[in-house]
């Protein structure tokens, strides 16, 4: 929302609820029945109690094609005027509270809550002159509320289920600073650094600490192991200390007592459960929780005396009881508290998915009495407001979908209600599928051997992925199953993404963990009662030997068959009849028992990889065939991925232009009696490889191209009544292998070389051109896609080493987990020779045990085989997997090989097996290197985390919006942008809550557009947010977060925060030495940025040694002659010339002259610029050259011009920096101005022709006088 808004985000994860008004945010933990409404009631809120701008409606009408015409006019306009309340609340000052009418009363018991001074209470009402308010009543419906309105907080005798709450909330406020459960992966907690660099200097708005702009105050001393060269790549500073986490203990247990639950008699006196309390002073007690709240009773661990003891000090809360039997809870209690709500709401909301860290420190295991009551509970399975009902996910994930969405507040709703159903879901699959891994889930059918054996835990499927019943024998075997739920979740995602109305998929999640792929999908109602083979009505059970159609199926199917590129065709059954389909024959159509139409095993989606399935009597093109496919794959499941089918889609379209736009042009040359020379290739007939190359030669030959396209264009669109009109649009679509002969349209048929199926006679035709379309498919992705890639030799040697350690650890038992996997990393990445695993005695078990573990955990065979890996075998298992997955020969036989000839990192290797692996280490420095002893023990192995695959809906609107925005920005219209951006960010906000990827997209291209327009401040708040969520979402060190670190620098650089800025960059430098080493044409640009801010600070030796590494790496990447080069040869020479070593700085301003000169010219501005600045060099070197001269002949009576050495100033620096990271400002005259936004926009619209993807940033065009452009 616009200026100083409400934005209310919840996260239902948790029950966190972020509620910001301007700069300020404050964040609530509620349980879920409140919260859900309240959710649901800040959705209406945000578009009833918000003013439309034009740039609303106008993106409105443009972004969004659900809506009708007459959505407008539902949203309705409601002046929302604040008002202050008086709170008065026992013990404390009365305070004001700023309310809004359209708050509800819970949302004013949720600031209570979270307040420092009153976040104890939990079990209260709110009291207006005696009368008790009703928690989901509107402000503004409750009679005599006004301005002053005297509020009064009332307690209220607690039952059970609110003493359970209160003991909840107490133990997540002590708790609030623990980085226990971010560590261990629960409760969608994760970890957060960004605190700890930048030290309160960022603030609210960036504006808190100036002090770091006064240069004798920075310490510019990067740390050792981050200077260029340096080959040192410690683990430890990965995870830096947090000084907050430092343990404030204010109790050494609080637990549930072993008295519970209450007897009769003791109910009949108010007892509702008992808890069991240590001090930090070491005082036990016990304390009873009653109907009036709680007092000291005189129960021992071993006696049971329930009656109050002398003195009983009864307290309404908890911690009121705390604070006066324990000096040091009440001082380390308050302490906490005031940290708490110093801290950033984005380091303690909790994220949508669970993200895990794969290091992590040694952290004590405290008594929690919540977290075991969770445990064992299966908390998931459940809801507060819905006690001892397991979920039905299916009817959830299935209504949330029918809900109405013909507005957009229906869609927010709808797309709000989906989102959080599908994260509950993901949560509960993944405990469900590691609980099945466990061995602690009865199979359903438990007579069947371990790999066949299926599951059902809180109304959720659990099937293997493994070959049951040679289903999978002709594509592949269990290679083939193993492939098939991720190819079948694709298939759901693409599905769920068109969101046909009436058309249903099952909530799937594909969880790899302990070696096994388990996938996890909602049960449609009534198929565990009847057979398969009554059930499918519509596809084949049978991969194509049996097929059936339905009606009501190729109904709603055709609407998925455009975005879907899935072409209408015909298979014959086994009486050979033909059957219509709209998908792949193994693509299932089921009707439940709840009437809806659902399709299931949708493996086949997309088409397959002609390149990896060999087909008798079929030649791919000669491009495929020069690098050597077809080759044989394991498995006959290869597909081409959904992107690679759009790319390739959007290539053909702009062949399809071409070739319309040549004939035109020939059309029009010949009706005025002139010869246009075309490439003799362009003609009807042509190839597709031909028209490849043919149009590329025609742009740059044929004069008016341009306006032809821009004409063909205009046809395309027409109706076509001009018979040469239409031959045009005949003979272009012929030639692109369009299915339409009047239009574009470009489809597949997945069933194309899939074995067993077969096709009618009178179809040869149609499948021979979609035969040839796939083969096109296949080399446009060796030759056009693949090219513009480079071999990841740490990517191939991790993944090669993935596949080998998923059969490793399925021989392996639970209680050697920790053994096997240090055996298995010291093979892997130790220079230790003689690895051998050593398992404790204690920890063998007989025979006769391991035989029957073994029938109820998945794990078969011999479980001690893991323990003769050898470091040798491993690798030549990993040089064997290369050759035989990825068709590469890896030139070494131990990591030290790969080491030295591929100039890998073995830290690099670590994280990249840990995080694929999903396995947790310890954090440390590991000795790789040793030949003495190995690198890892078991007690280094923390953990086994699942590695999760899940379907991410999107909140399509919010994206239309974002869309637009970016549109605008590209158009010139930066603040028409902005604030498109900024709804796009509240619309984001009320679909996933505050924590998402996407959300962190808009805050930083937020971030980029007011750093351009000027409000630094506004550009760092933004940032700041970025980096924070990035941390959170994505990763402490995900590539992602490395560079939203770069741009905060950029930022605080631009705020005067220098010392935060260069800390902030050796972080981002750390970082990415840790996850890809310094050979990385990337380091170049993080380089030139800690480079210039050294400069800014005169520390030029150290600037020196980063600007010349970056110069070495852009050379490397992009050439010698690259005009990145030429940048940097210029930033060198500005540094060595602040050094008065005017000779060098010379030398390598004469080198960036030299390649401006030979790019762009000697007219081009950059040249002359280059110019200007060697002759300014010059004088200076010859004015230096002559005092020394004057000096060596007149020793000290020389008469000495003084040379000025001056320090680069601040906004020299930041002019440069602005340039190396894509911003730059060019003075434009208002005249230059329009005329190069109306030829942007008309580039735009030509461009986009409803296909263009989103782009996350791009030209930005500033409103006055001048024009910053990515570069």
């Not at 930022?1051 to 080493?1077: D, E, H, I, P």
């Amino acid at each position: 929302m616009k200026g100083d808004a409400c934005t209310c985000c919840y996260s239902p994860d948790t029950g966190y609820l972020e509620v910001s008004q301007g700069q300020a945010a404050v964040v609530y933990k509620a349980s879920s029945k409140p919260v859900l409404a309240l959710a649901v009631f800040y959705h209406k809120q945000l578009w009833l109690s918000r003013a439309r701008s034009p740039s609303l409606a106008e993106s409105k009408q443009d972004s969004s094609d659900h809506a009708d015409d007459g959505n407008e006019q539902e949203v309705i306009v409601i002046q929302d005027t604040g008002f202050t309340v008086k709170i008065q609340a026992p013990g404390i000052e009365p305070f004001d509270l700023q309310v809004s009418p359209q708050e509800m009363v819970q949302e004013i018991h949720q600031v209570l809550m979270d307040r420092e001074d009153t976040c104890h209470r939990t079990c209260f009402s709110l009291q207006l002159d005696g009368n008790v308010l009703d928690n989901f009543a509107e402000l503004k419906s409750i009679e005599g509320l006004q301005e002053g309105s005297l509020l009064k907080v009332v307690e209220e005798p607690y039952t059970v289920r609110e003493a359970r709450i209160h003991v909840r909330h107490i133990r997540d406020l002590l708790k609030s600073l623990d980085p226990s459960d971010a560590y261990n992966g629960v409760d969608c907690n994760s970890l957060s650094f960004l605190s700890v660099f930048t030290d309160g200097d960022l603030g609210d708005s960036g504006k808190r600490k100036k002090k770091g702009s006064e240069l004798e105050q920075i310490d510019c001393t990067p740390p050792e192991h981050i200077l260029p060269g340096s080959k040192e790549r410690p683990l430890m500073p990965l995870q830096p200390q947090n000084k907050d986490w430092k343990p404030l203990q204010c109790l050494k247990v609080l637990t549930m007592s072993g008295w519970n639950p209450p007897p009769g008699n003791r109910k009949m006196h108010g007892d509702l459960m008992y808890l069991y309390v240590v001090t930090v002073e070491d005082r036990h007690v016990s304390i009873t929780a009653s109907t009036r709240g709680y007092y000291l009773n005189q129960s021992t661990t071993y006696t049971f005396n329930p009656k109050p003891a002398n003195p009983s000090f009864l307290s309404h809360s908890l911690v009121e009881l705390l604070i006066q039997i324990s000096p040091a809870f009440k001082r380390n209690f308050t302490a906490l508290q005031k940290k708490r709500v110093q801290r950033h709401p984005f380091e303690r909301i909790a994220t949508p998915f669970q993200v895990y860290s794969w290091t992590a420190p040694q952290m004590d295991h405290t008594m929690d009495c919540v977290r075991a009551e969770d445990a064992y509970t299966s908390r998931l399975g459940y809801e507060e407001h819905i006690p001892g009902q397991t979920r039905e996910w299916n009817e959830e994930l299935q209504t949330t979908r029918e809900l109405p969405r013909k507005n957009l507040p229906e869609r927010l709703l709808r797309e709000r209600a989906i989102f959080k159903v599908h994260s509950d879901f993901a949560a509960a699959a993944t405990r469900g599928a590691m609980a099945v891994i466990d061995g602690n889930v009865m199979a359903i059918n438990p007579g069947e051997e371990t790999r066949m054996q299926m599951f059902i835990w809180n109304n959720i499927f659990f099937s293997l992925g493994f070959d049951v019943r040679d289903h999978y024998r002709e594509l592949g075997g269990d290679a083939a199953a193993h492939a098939a739920p991720t190819n079948d979740l694709n298939g759901v995602r693409a599905y769920s993404a068109v969101d046909v109305e009436g058309l249903y998929t099952l909530g799937t999640v594909v969880v790899d963990y302990r070696g096994y792929r388990v996938t996890a999908q909602s049960i449609i109602p009534g198929i565990l009662e009847r057979e398969q083979e009554q059930s499918v009505i519509y596809g084949s059970i049978d991969f194509g030997k049996t097929v059936v159609s339905h009606p009501k199926y190729l109904e709603l199917l055709e609407k998925t068959s455009r975005p879907l590129k899935v072409q209408r065709h015909a298979v014959l059954n086994e009486k050979d009849v033909a059957v219509e389909l709209y998908s792949s024959v193994e693509c299932k159509g089921i009707i439940g028992n709840d009437s809806r139409h659902y399709i299931l095993d949708l493996l086949r989606t997309f088409p397959p990889d002609l390149n990896f399935l060999p087909v008798e009597g079929e030649e791919l093109s000669v491009e495929s065939q020069k690098q050597g496919y077809p080759r044989q794959h394991r498995h006959r499941l290869a597909c081409l991925r959904q992107e690679l089918i759009e790319a390739f889609v959007e290539h053909r379209y702009l062949l399809f232009m071409k070739m319309a736009a040549l004939q035109l042009m020939q059309q029009k040359a010949n009706k005025d009696g002139k010869s246009v020379a075309l490439p003799e290739s362009i003609t009807a007939e042509a190839s597709p490889e031909v028209l490849e190359k043919a149009p590329e030669e025609a742009d740059e030959t044929i004069p008016g191209l341009a306006q032809a396209k821009e004409l063909a264009e205009t046809l395309a669109a027409e109706d076509g009544s001009d018979p040469k009109s239409r031959e045009v649009v005949f003979n272009a679509c012929k030639a692109v292998g369009s299915i339409s002969n009047n239009s574009f349209d470009i489809r597949f048929n997945p069933d194309i070389f899939s074995p067993g199926v077969r096709f009618p006679e009178a179809s040869a035709e149609d499948i021979r051109k979609q035969q040839q379309l796939l083969k096109d498919a296949a080399a446009f992705l060796v030759s056009c896609q693949i090219p513009s890639l480079r071999i990841g030799i740490t990517e191939l040697i991790t993944r090669c080493a993935k596949h080998i350690f998923k059969t490793y650890l399925q021989g392996v038992e639970l209680s050697a987990l920790s053994a096997a996997v240090s055996h298995f990393l010291n093979c892997f990445l130790s220079s230790y020779p003689d690895a051998v695993a050593h398992l404790p005695a204690d920890e063998l078990v007989s025979r006769k045990k391991n035989r029957k573990r073994r029938n109820r955990v998945p794990g078969a065979g011999d479980n001690t085989a893991w323990a003769n890996l050898t470091p040798s075998e491993l690798w030549k298992s990993i040089g064997t997997e290369a050759h035989g997955y990825y068709h590469f020969t890896l030139q070494c036989e131990s990591v030290d090989q790969a080491v030295e000839k591929y100039g890998l990192q073995k830290i690099t290797l670590l994280r990249e097996i840990s995080v694929k692996a999903g396995i947790q280490i310890l954090i440390k420095e590991y000795n790789f290197d040793s030949r003495h002893k190995p690198a890892f023990t078991e007690e280094d192995i923390l953990n086994i985390f699942p590695v999760v695959k899940h379907v991410n809906p999107k909140a399509s609107d919010a994206f239309h919006f974002f869309q637009s925005g970016q549109a605008k920005v590209q158009q010139g219209f930066l603040k028409e942008g902005c604030e498109l951006i900024n709804e796009a960010l509240n619309l984001f906000n009320n679909v996933y809550g505050a924590m998402h990827v996407e959300i962190c997209a808009c805050l930083r291209l937020l971030a980029r557009l007011n750093y351009i327009m000027g409000d630094h401040p506004e550009a760092l708040s933004n940032q700041q947010k970025a980096v924070l969520m990035s941390e959170r979402v994505l990763g402490i060190e995900h590539p992602n977060t490395i560079q939203e670190y770069m741009h905060l620098a950029l930022y605080c650089f631009a705020n005067g925060q220098l010392s935060t800025a260069l800390k902030l960059l050796y972080r981002a430098r750390y970082l990415m030495l840790l996850v890809c080493g310094e050979d990385h044409p990337e380091m170049a640009l993080l380089d030139s940025n800690i480079g210039l801010v050294l400069h800014g600070v005169m520390e030029y030796d150290l600037s020196l040694r980063f600007l010349e590494n970056a110069l070495s790496i852009n050379s490397k990447y992009h050439g010698p002659r690259s005009l990145k080069v030429a940048l940097s040869h210029h930033l060198v020479a500005r540094v060595y010339e602040s050094k008065a070593e005017f000779r060098s700085a010379l030398q390598h301003e004469k080198e960036g002259y030299t390649i401006y000169k030979n790019q762009v010219g000697e007219a081009h501005e950059k040249t002359k610029e280059s110019s200007e600045y060697l002759k300014y060099l010059t004088q200076q070197a010859v004015a230096l050259q002559r005092t020394m001269n004057e000096i060596y002949k007149n020793g000290s009576n020389a008469s000495i011009v003084p040379l000025k050495f001056t320090a680069p100033s601040m906004a020299s620096v930041l002019e440069q920096l602005n340039i190396i990271n894509g911003i730059i400002f060019i003075p434009l005259s208002q005249k230059d101005l329009e005329t190069l936004k109306v030829e942007v926009q008309r580039r735009q619209q030509l461009q986009d022709s409803g296909k263009s993807q989103a782009q996350q940033e791009g030209i930005a065009l500033a409103p006055d006088d001048k024009l910053p452009v990515d570069d």
